[in-house]
């Protein structure tokens, strides 16, 4: 008897796995073949805390209030034909502060990345104010940290990107964008892609589908790029950071299939097939098949914005760097 009991089990664990494939690859499916006008999910940005200290944290929120996870509940909606997806913004253009998905705690809010127990900033590398472009993430994807591509294996975080537009975003704003391109970091030792992309609603939009166009529409914004991502660490002492692939540019093509990669990925990641000792939260309020999946974040948005916290007069000055 306890061997029909523990068959039957077994079974029903086998059939609610594929059950849950199922429905990702459905979800998939149906976001591939979106149309070019897919519009972005109505998210309110909900700040709670003080900005530029620990205390800071900035959740999703639907119009009726229900908190859900900037990490796995915005639709990455990825089109191969327009090459659009929905980008998450981290980061605004010319700003410092480190902000960055959280993907330790339920509702995976926007939260400024701490080191040794420090708030972190990025240094204005002269002539450059903070960070050059609009960065984010492309939520539903996951650069895993246990498959090695390109003999290196991924950095545990949402797939990054650079929105290069003319308008400058804001923290939590979710917007639509075509991919162009992209270039592989190497952060410590991992694989970390950087996505170049554009609003599909700045003026630059139908004059760029391609990373070479940048070359021509805008002169000197890849190599600028580049090179920011070599150096911003050395005005904090840190060595030059490294590049796979000799630092090139892979195409728009290639792009999307790096995003492709990455979205097969969380989905193994949020049906819990993949698990490691630093494995993300996966509560969510969307894929209802996965083990991680709640009706409701249970999240108190108890601790109001307050004013800014000032930041550190270091972060404000500029820093010259002689590189070859």
């Known amino acids: 008897m306890s061997y029909f009991f523990k068959l039957m089990k077994n079974q029903t664990s086998t059939k609610s796995s594929a059950l849950a494939r199922l429905s990702l690859t459905a979800q998939h499916l149906h976001l ?52 659009e ?13 480190k902000f960055e998905i959280n993907t330790k705690t339920a509702g995976n809010p926007i939260v400024q990345d701490i080191k040794n127990g420090k708030v972190r900033f990025v240094k204005n590398l002269f002539p450059h104010h903070g960070y050059i472009h609009n960065y984010g993430a492309f939520p539903q994807t996951w ?63 139908k004059n760029v589908n391609d990373i070479d166009d940048l070359d021509e529409k805008c002169p000197g914004l890849l190599d600028t790029t580049r090179q920011w991502f070599r150096d911003y660490k050395l ?38 097939e993949t698990k490691t000792d630093k494995t993300p939260n996966i509560t969510n309020t969307t894929v209802k098949s996965s083990p991680g999946f709640t009706d409701t974040i249970s999240v108190s948005l108890n601790n109001p914005s307050r004013a800014n916290a000032a930041i550190p007069v270091d972060v404000e000055a500029n820093y010259f760097i002689k590189t070859s």
Request: net charge negative.
């Open 32 to 83: 591939s073949r979106c149309s070019s006008t897919s519009t972005t999910p109505d998210i309110i940005p909900i700040n709670q805390g003080t900005k530029y200290t620990a205390d800071y944290a900035n959740y999703a929120t639907t119009p009726n209030g229900k908190i859900v996870s900037y990490f796995h509940d915005i639709a990455l909606n990825l089109n191969k034909d327009t090459r």
């Open 85 to 97: 997806a929905n980008m998450v913004v981290e980061i605004p253009r010319w700003t410092n502060a």
């Open 143 to 205: 650069e895993d940290p246990t498959t090695k591509h390109h003999g290196l294996f991924g950095d545990n975080d949402p797939l990054d990107v650079c929105e290069i537009g003319s308008k400058i975003l804001s923290t939590g704003d979710v917007k639509r964008v075509k991919v162009l391109g992209s270039i592989a970091l190497i952060d410590d030792g991992e694989l970390d892609w950087k996505v170049i992309v554009i609003n599909v609603n700045d003026p630059l939009f």
């Open 235 to 272: 005005a904090d002492g840190k060595p030059q950071n490294d590049f796979a692939f000799n630092g090139e540019y892979k195409n728009a093509s290639e792009t999307i299939e790096i995003i492709e990669q990455c979205h097969k990925s969380w989905q193994q990641l949020i049906n819990g």
